[in-house]
């Protein structure tokens, strides 16, 4: 099975604050984990992404934390500015086609 | 910075008509993809191209859809006859090469069937 469940849907943070978002998957046949971000009217971005060899991996103020037993993956924004606001998705990757199986999405908001 | 490009940037036509969606991948490129967003809707994997063939397509890439990479810059879909729940923002995606190989989006096409 290719699904991946993303959460929470929608997520409000005031500025200043940390954003969690939560991604599960079951296929064992992603190699690579990589969180998108996308504005309104634009395509998807890569923001930051993670291989299964390594359980967290910091850039800046976002950081991916890998759990490959519990097959999930998560993306902190620490210290979330009001340009963060966006939409992000988890997107692992297929080890053999590299096509993305995007989860549904979390609308960030970041309050001033 | 390289980037993917992508024309137009908005089409509206006719249910039943044809319609060529078309992308520019970065120049040394070499794995390309169709994605769709329904508006609202996450992300969905169409088809990906590789060799001047297709490698894997999903069960959304009917028979109605096509794709071709005629002159070896230009990256094209095209759908025969669309149907109105064919309206989505259609994403062109390539990656360099196998290994670590981010995929780079292009802005997108909404296609707007009426």
């Known amino acids: 099975q290719q699904q991946v469940k993303q959460s929470p849907q929608s997520l409000i943070v005031q500025k200043g604050g940390i954003s969690i978002i939560n991604c599960a998957y079951e296929n064992t046949a992603f190699d690579y984990f990589p969180w998108y971000q996308q504005f309104p009217g634009k395509g998807p971005a890569l923001l930051i992404a993670?291989?299964?060899?390594?359980s967290e991996k910091k850039e800046g103020r976002f950081t991916i934390s890998f759990n490959k037993s519990a097959k999930q993956f998560s993306l902190h924004i620490m210290d979330s500015q009001p340009g963060d606001s966006a939409t992000y998705f988890c997107?692992?990757?297929?080890?053999?086609?590299?096509?993305?199986?995007f989860g549904s999405g979390t609308r960030l908001l970041v309050r001033p | 910075e390289p980037e993917v490009t992508q024309t137009p940037s908005h089409q509206v036509t006719q249910m039943g008509q044809e319609v060529i969606l078309r992308c520019v991948p970065i120049s040394n490129h070499l794995y390309f993809y169709w994605y769709r967003q329904i508006l609202g809707q996450k992300v969905e994997f169409l088809v990906s191209?590789?060799?001047?063939?297709?490698?894997?397509k999903s069960e959304i890439f009917d028979d109605q859809f096509s794709v071709e990479r005629p002159d070896g810059s230009n990256f094209t879909l095209k759908i025969r006859s669309t149907k109105l729940e064919d309206s989505a923002m259609y994403f062109c995606a390539s990656i360099p090469r196998r290994e670590g190989g981010e995929q780079y989006f292009g802005p997108g096409t909404r296609l707007t069937v009426t």
């Open positions: 993670i291989r299964p060899d390594v």
């Open positions: 191209f590789y060799n001047n063939e297709i490698s894997e």
């Open positions: 997107a692992p990757r297929m080890d053999s086609s590299y096509k993305l199986i």
